[in-house]
């Protein structure tokens, strides 16, 4: 072992990465050449002195607040999470929104869609119709009518018809 | 005993299907006799309707004359008399459409007054009135006439549409 291999040896020896065999020749060669310990001695001071300003930096470092704030943001997270699930449409009260809106899609087809049989079987009940249903309680038509003197009118708004007879009016015949 | 109880049961079964048919065959009609004048008390009774008849008539005082209720049969004329020698002879013909459609003729003794073929809507009313011109005397008379069958549609008689004018 020279100084030369000492040389490139010695960061690896300082932190003892060598292989034993190796960190014993390193080791014998720096007993017998002052140069190289004190080479070695050198960089192992340097090491323990940055070692040292290491942690005595991470000493001054305050990380009391740390774990509360990450208490805090863990608690943040657990709150908004039900919320940004609804929103996302996952989860039991999305669910229950798309069922509730199914169910009213087909509650309105179905009366949509429903004949009204017990108003006139086979013939769907329109709005016109029913309007004129409510309108028309005491709707009367006149297919045929024979007398004199006679006039007829009808209320408007419920279709009742009454139909006037003069009193000198009539016909002789039953 | 067979005998009796077999006689019996037919008996029964004979009554029972008279009493269904002529339910089937029933109309309720219901006549109202009022008597329409310009001025005078009205009827309690006619109180809730005096709106309604004072904008179909024309008149304030309104005085109840008589109410006639019968289950008249399909087919067969009825006679109800409304005094005075007048009377309202009614031929209901059968339902169409939800209405009762039925011959209608007012007469004063033998005077044939008013012959009509209406459709009425089932459980409506119209109204004949009698005297208008006579209005300044002695006022006039109004004759309701409601009509109602109860039965289900499949029971009722369908009006032929041709042969009952």
Known sequence: ?????????????????????????????????????SAIRELAELRASVAALLESEVRQLDLSGVWPAVNAAIARQAAARPRLTAL???????????????????????????????QHPGKPMTIASAGRAARSLNDAGI?????????????????????????????GAR | MRHTSGASCVVVTALLLIVAGAHAQALDIHVTTVRAADSGPCDPQLEAMRPRLRKLAGYRAYQLLGEQQRRVAWRNTEEFDLGEGRSLVLLPKGMSDQRVMMQVRLLEGRRRLVDTNVRLVNGGTMVFGLGRDARAADGALLILLRAQDNRPQDNRPQGTQQGDR
């Open chain 1, 143 to 171: 297919d045929r009518i024979a007398g004199r003197g006679i006039t007829m009118r009808r209320e408007p708004k419920t279709g009742t018809m009454i139909i006037w007879v003069s009193g000198s009016g009539g016909e």
């Open chain 1, 88 to 118: 996302r449409g996952g989860g039991a009260p999305g669910a229950t929104r798309i069922w509730a809106a199914l169910m009213a899609i087909a509650a309105t087809a179905l009366l949509w869609f429903r004949p009204a049989t017990q």
């Open chain 1, 1 to 37: 072992m020279t100084c030369t291999d000492v040389e490139q040896l010695l960061g690896a020896f300082v932190d003892t990465e060598l292989p034993p065999p190796r960190l014993l020749d390193v080791a014998r060669h720096a007993a017998t050449c002052s140069a190289c310990d």
